[in-house]
């Protein structure tokens, strides 16, 4: 009976122990901060995340940004974000999606959000 | 056809609703991570007992350990589909979500096969042998469920 209990306790915390590995912004390179200074070709002022689409080198990224009520929290609003605003986006590649960013920050007129 | 329904669900209202809404999606989440806990915790209080062999122990608080999992269970039906439909065709392609529902239908089998085995079991003892079997592979299957379910958004 106790050996029972154990085992599924084991298994339970070895299982848990799999799963963080996915923890937090996992599916990011961290080692890899950039920047991309562009005008909004798109934005998609939703939850769980906000994306906007900027042109870098060539190619459209999808920028992830915060919950949207995080960042209204923070001053910033979706008329903020119309098309064709220039924002600075600070963060990290997707280790799995091409041309995905995750934002640690995004800059507009000389103003810094935190998306973290 | 599944791909048609992901989009369907994607593009209704209450998908609509669940993106644009600021509150919906946050609430939502917020009420099934409490669903999770009522439905988990009840399930744990009573299968321990079981797996101690405490069967009228767990008897005794079986009626409690049912209403606590039953609002549980309703808070997660209820605020499952809202997250779901906010990025329906993402989740529907996500293999933590698909192996969360794998999950979810093992736990439901396992308890599902127990009583329409063994109705009376409270009723009439002595108890069937199989409880702790039952009682074992349910702490085991709705721990891992929750676990599934937090790292759908990290896969």
Same mark, same amino acid.
């Given at each position: 009976?106790?050996?029972?209990? #154990?085992?599924?306790?084991?298994?339970?915390?070895?299982? #848990?122990?799999? /799963?963080?590995?996915?923890?937090?912004?996992?599916?990011?390179? #961290?080692?890899?901060?950039?920047?991309?200074?562009?005008?909004?070709?798109?934005?998609?002022?939703? =939850?769980?995340?906000?994306?906007?689409?900027?042109?870098?080198? =060539?190619?459209?990224?999808?920028?992830?940004?915060?919950?949207?009520?995080?960042?209204?929290?923070?001053?910033?609003?979706? /008329?903020?974000?119309?098309?064709?605003?220039?924002?600075? /986006?600070?963060?990290?590649?997707?280790?799995?999606?091409?041309?995905?960013?995750?934002?640690?920050?995004?800059?507009?007129?000389?103003?810094?959000?935190?998306?973290? | 056809? !599944?791909?048609?329904?992901?989009?369907?669900?994607?593009?209704?209202?209450?998908?609509?609703?669940?993106?644009?809404?600021?509150?919906?999606?946050?609430?939502? $989440?917020?009420?099934?991570?409490?669903?999770?806990?009522?439905?988990?915790?009840?399930?744990?209080?009573?299968?321990?007992?079981?797996?101690? $062999?405490?069967?009228?122990?767990?008897?005794?608080?079986?009626?409690?350990?049912?209403?606590?999992?039953?609002?549980?269970?309703?808070?997660?039906?209820?605020?499952?589909?809202?997250?779901?439909?906010?990025?329906?065709?993402?989740?529907?392609?996500?293999?933590?979500?698909?192996?969360?529902?794998?999950?979810?239908?093992?736990?439901?089998?396992?308890?599902?096969?127990?009583? !329409?085995?063994?109705?009376?079991?409270?009723?009439?003892?002595?108890?069937?042998? $199989?409880?702790?079997?039952?009682?074992?592979?349910?702490?085991?299957?709705?721990?891992?469920? @929750?676990?599934?379910?937090?790292?759908?958004?990290? @896969?």
């Amino acid at each position: 009976m106790h050996r029972q209990l #154990t085992a599924a306790l084991l298994f339970t915390l070895g299982a #848990t122990v799999a /799963a963080s590995a996915h923890h937090g912004w996992g599916s990011y390179d #961290t080692a890899k901060k950039f920047t991309i200074e562009a005008a909004i070709d798109m934005i998609a002022w939703q =939850n769980p995340h906000a994306h906007v689409m900027l042109k870098y080198e =060539n190619a459209t990224w999808e920028i992830t940004l915060a919950p949207i009520s995080r960042m209204e929290r923070r001053g910033l609003s979706e /008329a903020m974000l119309k098309t064709g605003t220039v924002i600075q /986006a600070e963060g990290y590649p997707s280790t799995r999606h091409e041309h995905e960013m995750r934002a640690e920050r995004i800059t507009i007129d000389g103003k810094v959000y935190e998306m973290r | 056809m !599944w791909d048609a329904l992901l989009r369907g669900l994607e593009f209704s209202s209450l998908g609509f609703a669940a993106r644009s809404w600021t509150w919906l999606y946050p609430l939502a $989440n917020l009420a099934h991570v409490l669903g999770a806990t009522f439905l988990v915790g009840a399930i744990l209080v009573f299968d321990i007992q079981l797996l101690r $062999n405490r069967f009228e122990l767990a008897a005794s608080i079986s009626r409690t350990a049912l209403a606590v999992a039953a609002t549980g269970l309703a808070l997660l039906i209820i605020t499952g589909p809202i997250m779901f439909s906010a990025e329906a065709t993402a989740f529907g392609r996500n293999p933590i979500f698909l192996a969360k529902m794998v999950l979810i239908l093992a736990g439901l089998a396992n308890l599902s096969l127990y009583h !329409w085995a063994k109705r009376r079991v409270f009723l009439q003892p002595p108890i069937p042998a $199989n409880a702790r079997f039952h009682a074992a592979i349910s702490a085991t299957v709705w721990i891992l469920a @929750v676990i599934a379910g937090r790292s759908i958004a990290y @896969v």
